[in-house]
């Protein structure tokens, strides 16, 4: 079992910055891919961005985001610059082993474990 706990969302002005932060339990955490997703009031649950084999983000990203890791520490990172009050909404990390598996890492089913989410609110 993994558990995931998310941190460093806030309220920032647009064009400001966040780090995100989400630490992993376990001891196979380089083995997980590790995606970051969003959900805004009354929308659904959107795919951010995700570091597996490699990195990869939503096309709204845009050069914004850089999502990073560091496997020692068992934590990944959601760097987010530019911001824009678009980007208001809870952000998630998920995770899923990667090992044997074909999985889309851009895609929602494809992840076995959530965190509980942390809330960035963006003013214009």
């Known amino acids: 079992q993994v558990q995931l706990v998310e941190s460093g969302g806030g309220l920032v002005q647009a064009g400001g910055s966040l780090r995100l932060s989400c630490a992993a339990s376990?001891?196979?955490?380089?083995?997980?891919?590790m995606g970051w997703f969003r959900q805004a009031p009354g929308k659904e649950r959107e795919f951010v961005a995700v570091?597996?084999?490699?990195?990869y983000y939503a096309d709204f990203v845009a050069g914004r985001f850089t999502v990073s890791r560091d496997n020692a520490k068992n934590i990944v990172y959601l760097q987010m610059n530019s911001l824009k009050p678009e980007d208001t909404a809870v952000y998630y990390c998920?995770?899923?082993?990667?090992?044997?598996?074909?999985?889309?890492?851009?895609?929602?089913?494809?992840?076995?474990?959530w965190g509980q989410g942390t809330q960035v609110t963006v003013s214009s």
């Open positions: 376990g001891r196979t955490f380089n083995k997980y891919a």
């Open positions: 570091f597996s084999w490699s990195t």
């Open positions: 998920a995770g899923y082993n990667m090992y044997g598996q074909n999985r889309q890492a851009n895609r929602i089913e494809s992840y076995d474990y």
